[in-house]
């Protein structure tokens, strides 16, 4: 599924009109159409965050849309990006996960253990 895909579901899903998503963030309707018909890419990161704020999704939701969004791009959010190039340690986690194919279910326990983590 596109980011576009995505978004216009989740939207309609709120019962949010493409005009009120624009003037959300002080873009056109046009540009929000082109957004869910993938003529144009993502929203920026800051317009990501008040769309979110907009629609009052959940952490699930949001975290969705923003991978929906590095999909898209093909990049990592650059705080993830930063997060990763300031420590080794977490490239090489990430590493070590990529090379070994972990599915979901083993990820998820990964995830619940480093959460209980202080």
């Known amino acids: 599924m596109s980011f576009g895909t995505y978004f216009r579901e989740l939207r309609k899903s709120k019962r949010v009109t493409q005009k009120q998503i624009a003037d959300a963030i002080g873009k056109t309707t046009m540009l929000i159409s082109g957004i869910e018909t993938s003529k144009n890419g ?6 990501l965050k008040v769309v979110a ?4 999704l959940t952490d699930v939701e949001y975290k969705a849309l923003l ?4 999909n898209a791009r093909g990049k990592l959010p650059p705080y993830l990006l930063d997060y990763i190039s300031k420590h080794s340690g977490v490239y090489n986690l990430l590493e070590v996960l990529a090379k070994k194919e972990m599915d979901d279910a083993s990820l998820k326990k990964i995830v619940m253990y ?3 983590i202080e």
Do not use: T
């Open 42 to 47: 993502p929203f920026s990161d800051e317009d």
């Open 53 to 56: 704020n907009f629609l009052d």
């Open 67 to 70: 991978i929906q969004a590095a």
């Open 114 to 116: 480093v959460e209980e």
